[in-house]
């Protein structure tokens, strides 16, 4: 089983360019979510989805689209790169529910100059 | 909403002894609580969950114990080994709809032979 998968791994921008990070899960997985890492501030929620079709803010939306086209793959948009952009982000997915694991992908290191 | 505070930020132990991570929540409706364990480079992975209406649960050198008087939670690892130099994260969450994790700030593990 691969999980969740992302793609790239690293990535370099300049200001005002714009990216999509990919996300793919091969678990049948409702739910997916974004989040961002910086040092100190633990894991923070951007956007989430409980199916496809439906998409939803999280705790620090501004600055970045998401879509949710099928069940397998949520990529997230930035739509015009900010230094303060700079992280580490992880997608997760689980299963429907309050008490179901959360599987994250190994991470996306984005730095912004 | 629901805040997660974790302490320490940074705990350093010599192998075969003990470490205690604790967290704080907010919510009094938050009803699940997972740790994950992160290493460097790759995504956070569960190690342990505890659900509200337990109070303490086992998985060999791993343990969780919840207190919902007091809300808090705190993670127990016994005969410490140096693959668990690691980063680990406490979380909680609500009981309705989307799994919407809150994490704490993460706490650094090192194991020293």
């Known amino acids: 089983n691969a999980g969740v998968t992302q793609t790239p791994k690293f990535q370099v921008l300049k200001t005002g360019q714009s990216m999509t990070l990919q996300c793919a899960q091969d678990?049948?997985?409702?739910?997916m979510s974004w989040y961002r890492q910086d040092p100190g501030m633990g894991l923070r929620l951007i956007h989430y989805?409980?199916?496809?079709?439906?998409?939803d803010q999280g705790e620090v939306p501004n600055g970045y689209n998401v879509s949710r086209s099928t069940t397998e793959d949520f990529p997230l948009r930035l739509l015009s790169a900010a230094p303060s952009q700079t992280s580490v982000y992880f997608c997760a997915s689980s299963y429907a529910g309050t008490d179901t694991e959360a599987f994250f992908g190994q991470g996306t290191r984005l730095t912004v100059v | 909403g629901e805040n997660v505070e974790q302490h320490p930020s940074t705990l350093s132990v010599q192998e075969g002894d003990s470490a205690v991570i604790k967290c704080t929540y907010s919510d009094s409706a938050s009803n699940y609580f997972p740790w994950y364990k992160q290493e460097l480079g790759k995504g956070p992975q569960l190690i342990i969950d505890i659900r509200s209406n337990v109070g303490e649960k086992k998985d060999q050198r791993i343990a969780v114990t919840l207190n919902k008087t007091a809300k808090h939670f705190s993670l127990h690892i016994t005969e410490t080994q140096p693959e668990d130099s690691a980063v680990y994260f406490c979380a909680a969450r609500g009981n309705t709809g989307f799994q919407k994790l809150v994490f704490g700030t993460g706490t650094r593990l090192l194991v020293s032979p």
């Open positions: 678990m049948n997985h409702e739910y």
């Open positions: 989805s409980v199916g496809a079709g439906i998409t």
